[in-house]
């Protein structure tokens, strides 16, 4: 095993989901503000609150540093790579992270929670994978600086408030597989120049007529949107709903 500098912390997360301790833990490294490496071990599922100086206090009480000191790791957190294994990222875990701006997810990830990267103003793009089913209430609400989103595959549900107050966000690339979109799912997003929708004009329609409070209807809508031929697109009807 490879010896750990004390100039590099090492920070477990301790988990308020019960079955999550039977979980082998998974090391990650992220990259802070100053350059500095942080290892971090992760359970299959990341905690409420996991991370010191985000939304609630209990925060603070669910980071554990190497030398007992609490490092306000949301207060630097710049890159993160969330590992491979990891299902779900509960409610708060990452909100108000204000210096993060990067986020890989994992291909295992299912669900992310509500309000777990709330008011991460600094995030720029959004890449989610195609296990990705749920996206919970105001999870990226106050996201300012996302001007690209790029919902997975297989993405059924966002909730009340999901990508709300996006006010820089310009493109969305959406899959046809999405069904539910909640009330003010992305409200306040007054910059949101086009939808890439994978369906057909009529899925458009249906998906606009089941999901009204959405209030996508004055979006610029590209159906028939090919995700590999996104510089060169040939089949693509533009629909204005």
Not at 211 to 221: G, H, R, S, T, Y
């Amino acid at each position: 095993m490879q010896q750990r500098s004390l100039s590099t912390p090492l920070l477990f997360f301790m988990d308020v989901c019960s079955f999550v301790f039977a979980q082998k833990p998974t090391k990650v490294l992220v990259s802070t503000t100053s350059g500095q490496a942080v290892m971090l071990i992760l359970v299959a599922i990341i905690s409420q609150a996991a991370i010191a100086g985000c939304f609630r206090g209990a925060a603070t009480a669910a980071v554990h540093p190497l030398h007992g000191r609490t490092q306000n790791l949301g207060e630097i957190l710049k890159d993160l790579v969330i590992p491979e294994g990891v299902t779900k990222i509960c409610d708060y875990a990452f909100s108000r992270c204000k210096t993060l701006e990067s986020i890989k997810f994992p291909s295992t990830l299912k669900k992310i929670g509500d309000c777990a990267f709330q008011n991460c103003a600094n995030i720029k793009e959004l890449n989610f994978p195609d296990s990705l089913v749920s996206i919970g209430e105001y999870t990226f609400y106050g996201c300012a600086s996302i001007k690209k989103l790029e919902l997975g595959n297989n993405v059924k549900d966002i909730g009340i408030s999901g990508f709300g107050w996006c006010k820089n966000l310009e493109l969305v690339i959406m899959d046809k597989s999405l069904s539910h979109v909640r009330a003010g799912a992305f409200d306040d997003c007054q910059n949101l120049k086009q939808i890439l929708y994978t369906g057909t004009d009529e899925e458009w329609m249906n998906f606009v007529t089941r999901n009204p409070q959405a209030n996508l209807n004055n979006v610029p809508v590209a159906c028939n949107f090919k995700p590999d031929a996104f510089f060169a697109p040939k089949n693509i009807t533009t629909s204005q709903t």
